[in-house]
């Protein structure tokens, strides 16, 4: 409770800020507009038709929350216009594709962390894996994926997994080798398996890697999704909204879009929080 | 008559053992030549500088460790096989407790593994849990005790199933001197209502004195025996017996015993 002052000093900044910001940006239309009529209007009257443009350059505050506002309760849900509608496509691609990518990126920690083979082969490529732009691997893999009529949400959770399983790999490799020699030493006095090992100390020393690496993941399986719209000339999802937004110009759509997915990535990390939070302290970590 | 033979047998025996790591720099000679017999039922100290080998040794008896040289039997095994036979628990200077287990579940795991029934797991922790004074703290979790209730919960997972051999690197090491004369004594009484065969590695010459029936002086490059002293002083110790001249006397020959090894260096 004590961050609330300093939380909303913060947002009130960034208010401010982005409305200077759009005065400063949107005037140029504004005087151009006036030219052409001949006029040569004053700052005072400048200042409130920079704020209520139609296809503004940079939109206002109230603008985009307005967009947003009309989007999300303005219209019954199943509505093309509507943002739940099309934040529920986005956000079911996402939720596959990060199930996918964290399934793919626990076994493959798994598996580097119990065989040298993959610990040295794998690694390499998933490094590599991410050093390819996304925007450049999405389309082809949405072509490929559509030539052998593999069409609508896989092809989008596909990418998402592709962005989400890499901070599972990595987190999980350090959790599950996060126990120490002397650890290990004693599980070896009792003449544990390997099994055993993995199951009683590896996997519950991971949890807290696990977590942290969820959060990362979530979000990264959100930019997947949105880039996976864009390729297809996407009729539905926020990335959808994205483009057409900005093939129409239509400013205040991509931004409110834009916040849309912002908010469905701060609520996808915070219930991850959330459960990382009822998880340790389940298991007597959490203080 | 097999279990005359049984208690005849030493709890360990070293004969000309011997072990060489390779490493970058060279072969570093962690122990060579140590012949050693330790009875049932001894409390045998080893005592020397850092780097004479004493964790080496003690990690060969519990085959964390394998000998270059020599032969070393553990109840009269190999000490792989005596690793299956339960016969020794081992206790690092770390507690190593799991944050994410319960005392009593941290006491549990040894059991677990070793598959002993769900109904004997709770009879032995219970047990074990009153032996080292920690009754009624089985539902708390680790960061809830003090390092040296850590380090006694650590001692009881060692002995919830049955060893009879308890190996001590160090166990006392990072904890206070108050809570570690306080612990000495309590090990000294567990010691004795168990009779369990302990090997303990120490840094300190009084806590080796108290508590050892025998205490092994090493010295290091190569890691060896410079001394075996067998102490003098009854089995039955109050705290102040550190202040009796056959203490002091003890104390003395140990000193010696480490002087004398390190004599080699310079
Ligand atoms: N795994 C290892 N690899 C290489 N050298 C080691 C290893 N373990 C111990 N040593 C070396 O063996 C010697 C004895 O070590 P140690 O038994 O730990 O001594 P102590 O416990 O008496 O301090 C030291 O010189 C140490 O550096
Ligand atoms: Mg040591």
């Known amino acids: 409770m004590k961050a609330v002052l300093p939380v909303s000093v913060v947002i009130a900044a960034i208010v401010v800020l982005w409305y200077g910001a759009a005065v400063w940006m949107n005037a140029a239309w504004v005087r151009d507009q006036a030219a052409r009529a001949g006029e040569t209007p004053g700052f005072a009257q400048i200042v409130p038709q920079t704020l209520n443009q139609e296809r503004p350059v940079l939109p206002a505050p109230h603008q985009v929350v307005s967009e947003l506002w009309k989007g999300v309760a303005g219209q019954a849900v199943t509505s093309k216009r509507s943002l739940v509608y099309h934040g529920w496509i986005t956000l079911s691609a996402t939720l596959l594709g990060f199930v996918i990518g964290t399934g793919a990126g626990i076994l493959l920690a798994i598996g580097i962390v119990h065989n040298r083979a993959m610990d040295l082969s794998v690694m390499p490529w998933a490094i590599a894996s991410q050093t390819i732009p996304i925007l450049a691997i999405a389309p082809m893999i949405i072509v490929v994926l559509n030539s052998v009529g593999v069409t609508g949400l896989v092809p989008k959770a596909i990418i998402s997994a592709y962005l989400s399983f890499f901070p599972v790999v990595v987190g999980m490799v350090k959790g599950l080798r996060a126990p120490d020699a002397m650890q290990l030493d004693l599980l070896r006095t009792y003449g544990a398996s390997q099994r055993q090992t993995f199951a009683k100390l590896r996997m519950p020393a991971s949890v807290p890697y696990l977590f942290a690496s969820l959060k990362v993941g979530v979000a990264a399986a959100l930019v997947g999704a949105v880039v996976g719209e864009l390729p297809t000339g996407a009729v539905a999802g926020l990335g959808a909204r994205l483009l057409s937004g900005s093939y129409y110009g239509q400013t205040v759509q991509i931004w409110a879009a834009l916040f849309a997915a912002a908010l469905l990535a701060a609520s996808l990390v915070a219930l991850i929080g959330l459960a990382e939070r009822l998880t340790l302290r389940r298991m007597g970590m959490g203080r | ?266």
Request: hydrophobic letters at 40%.
């Open chain 2, 1 to 266: 008559m097999k279990d005359t033979a049984r208690l005849a047998e030493p709890a360990i025996e070293a004969r000309s053992l011997g072990l060489t790591f390779q490493t970058a720099d060279g072969p570093v000679h962690a122990l060579r030549d140590v012949t050693l017999t330790i009875g049932r039922g001894d409390f045998v100290s080893f005592i020397g500088p850092s780097g004479c080998g004493k964790t080496t040794f003690l990690r060969s008896v519990a085959a964390l460790e394998h000998p270059t040289e020599g032969s070393l039997t553990v109840n009269g095994m190999a000490p792989d096989a005596a690793r299956l036979a339960r016969a020794f628990g081992y206790v690092f200077q770390a507690a190593g407790l799991y944050p994410w287990r319960t005392i009593a579940g941290n006491i549990r795991l040894p059991l677990e593994i070793m598959g002993f029934s769900r109904a004997e797991q709770d009879e032995r922790v219970a047990r074990v849990l009153e032996l080292v004074e920690l009754g009624g703290f089985g539902t708390k979790f680790p960061w809830q005790l003090s390092g040296g209730m850590q380090q006694r919960a650590s001692i009881a997972r060692a002995l919830a199933f049955d060893a009879d051999i308890l190996l001590m690197d160090e166990p006392f090491g990072a904890l206070d001197e108050i809570v570690r004369d306080r612990l000495n004594e309590e090990l000294l009484n567990l010691w004795s209502r168990t009779g369990k065969t302990i090997g303990f590695v120490t840094h300190s010459i009084p806590e080796a004195v108290y508590l050892s029936t025998r205490i092994v002086v090493m010295s290091p490059r190569p890691g060896r025996i410079t001394d075996v002293i067998d102490s003098p002083l009854p089995r039955e110790r109050p705290l102040d017996i550190r202040d009796t001249p056959e203490f002091l006397a003890v104390s003395q020959r140990v000193r010696d015993g480490l002087r004398a090894g390190h004599s080699y260096d310079v």
